[in-house]
């Protein structure tokens, strides 16, 4: 059965920093891309990063370039999201998906649809606010 938990979010200043993980489990064989994407209240899901297994190329949302950092451990099977300089508009809840090499998958993964990823946690909400 495959399984990808979050942890890591919770409430954060402006200007602060958190560190969400993704374990995963249950991929056999191993997964292609593991990425985030983010829902505000109100408001549609945002694809915010992906990185691929095979070569480690990464993509993020213009709205997180150069604040956020996508990284996976494959040791561990989690896969990482160091968020800085967290802006009151990154409050949401934040999910991990991840999906098989597939076809269609990179371009899903590096085209900013990661809610296109078949395969999604539950989420945890990440709250920035003074």
């Known amino acids: 059965q495959i399984k990808l938990v979050e942890a890591g979010g919770g409430l954060a200043q402006p200007g602060g920093s958190l560190t969400l993980s993704c374990a995963v489990s249950?991929?056999?064989?191993?997964?292609?891309?593991i990425g985030w994407f983010r829902q505000a209240p109100g408001k549609g899901r945002e694809g915010v990063s992906c990185?691929?297994?095979?070569?480690?190329?990464?993509g993020y949302a213009d709205s997180v370039k150069g604040r956020f950092t996508i990284s996976r451990d494959s040791a561990k099977n989690t896969a990482y999201l160091q968020m800085n300089r967290l802006k009151p508009e990154d409050t949401a809840v934040y999910y991990c998906?991840?999906?098989?090499?597939?076809?269609?998958?990179?371009?899903?993964?590096?085209?900013?649809?990661?809610?296109?990823?078949?395969?999604w946690g539950r989420g945890t909400q990440v709250t920035v606010s003074s």
């Open positions: 990185i691929m297994k095979s070569d480690d190329t990464a």
């Open positions: 249950g991929f056999n064989p191993d997964y292609g891309a």
């Open positions: 998906a991840a999906d098989f090499p597939n076809p269609g998958v990179r371009e899903a993964c590096l085209g900013a649809a990661v809610d296109d990823l078949d395969f």
